[in-house]
């Protein structure tokens, strides 16, 4: 069993910033990459920020320059660090880790933290 527990979503205003966390426990060897997902209402879910096991980043467009994510691997836990938040950045975060299972870890599973709210609103 896998799980992801976030946590750090809120209410904030405009210009303001969040910490999220995301914190993996259960039986399994390694994380591969992780990764912060959002989805706005009516909007497809799309992928804000991922991180290899070795810590090369990658951002969306619309988050560089004001998001960072990171990771400690001692603790299994990814965050994503929110700067100058726009009402535009208001959605349901999702955090992803990718854990590889099988004897040579060759099977790459994919998993979901429950996805907690933040809203940018003055």
């Known amino acids: 069993q896998v799980q992801l527990v976030e946590s750090g979503g809120g209410l904030v205003q405009p210009g303001g910033s969040l910490r999220l966390s995301c914190a993996v426990s259960g039986s399994f060897r390694s994380i591969n990459a992780m990764g912060w997902y959002r989805q706005a209402p009516g909007q497809p879910r799309e992928l804000v920020a991922s991180i290899t096991s070795n810590g090369i980043a990658n951002y969306v467009d619309s988050v560089k320059g004001r998001f960072t994510i990171s990771r400690d691997n001692a603790k299994k836990t990814v965050y994503l660090q929110m700067y100058s938040l726009k009402p535009d950045d208001t959605a349901v975060y999702y955090c992803?880790?990718?854990?590889?299972?099988?004897?040579?870890?060759?099977?790459?599973?994919?998993?979901w933290g429950q996805g907690p709210q933040v809203t940018v609103s003055s």
């Open positions: 992803n880790a990718k854990i590889p299972h099988g004897s040579y870890g060759q099977y790459e599973y994919n998993y």
